[in-house]
């Protein structure tokens, strides 16, 4: 009697140091305990854990966000894919990989050189200071763009305005972020110093315009 083995290869990247961190998991040693990934430099690590539903939990530390991401998926397409990855839902780039060793060690490699793209030549050690550089990247002004609008249309901006007659806009002065409303004239300044500090508005429940 030959039995299924079912063990995948499961990969992320460093938020840290920028290097590739690459394990073969196993459903046996999996369900037994949460597993810890860590990387060597020691600034991060994703954790994998197999619930009673027989379904797979990975938390992982994300490239862009403060906060890692959360994913669950079938045990059947965990260990059964020839390869599977995961995004950040905010940038859309890939940040963690699962499957056959080849295929997984081709995702992070073709990962590296979009990763390269987006960050304008600059070397993959240097995400740390990346992730925190000023207020010029265009990334901060779609990350807040996108928060106000989404908390527009659930009403959960508040102004001097009745509810629902706010006309929101969103200004970048330096190293803040104003919220303005052009009817009343209510605002909020945010600081956002950095790509790092603009995506804190993604926690945010609702905004008060005074």
């Known amino acids: 009697m030959v039995l299924d083995r079912k063990e995948t290869t499961v990969a992320y990247r460093c938020p840290s140091c920028g290097a590739g961190v690459m394990s073969l998991v196993g459903a046996f040693s999996l ?15 994703m954790t994998i854990q197999y ?26 397409i965990f260990f059964h894919r020839e390869v599977m990855s995961f995004g950040c839902a905010y940038t859309g780039v890939d940040i963690c990989f699962f499957g056959t060793k080849d ?11 979009e990763l390269l793209e987006l960050l304008g030549g600059a070397d993959l050690s240097e995400l740390e200071k990346v992730r925190n550089r000023a207020l010029s990247d265009p990334q901060v ?24 007659n706010g006309e929101y806009s969103v200004k970048i002065d330096d190293d803040k972020i104003k919220v303005l409303c052009e009817r009343c004239g209510a605002q909020a300044e945010f600081p956002a110093d950095s790509v790092l500090s603009a995506h804190e508005f993604l926690d945010a429940d609702k905004l008060d315009l005074k």
Do not use: N
């Open 31 to 45: 369900s037994a305990d949460m597993i810890r990934m860590r990387c060597s430099c020691g600034g991060s690590e």
């Open 51 to 76: 619930r009673q539903d027989r379904r797979v939990r990975l938390t992982v530390p994300c490239l862009f966000c403060p906060t890692p991401h959360t994913f669950t998926v079938g045990d059947d």
């Open 103 to 113: 295929a997984v060690m081709k995702a992070l490699s073709d990962s590296e050189r």
């Open 141 to 164: 002004y779609d990350i807040v763009k996108f928060v106000v609008s989404d908390l527009c249309e659930e009403g959960k901006i508040h102004c001097g305005c009745p509810d629902g």
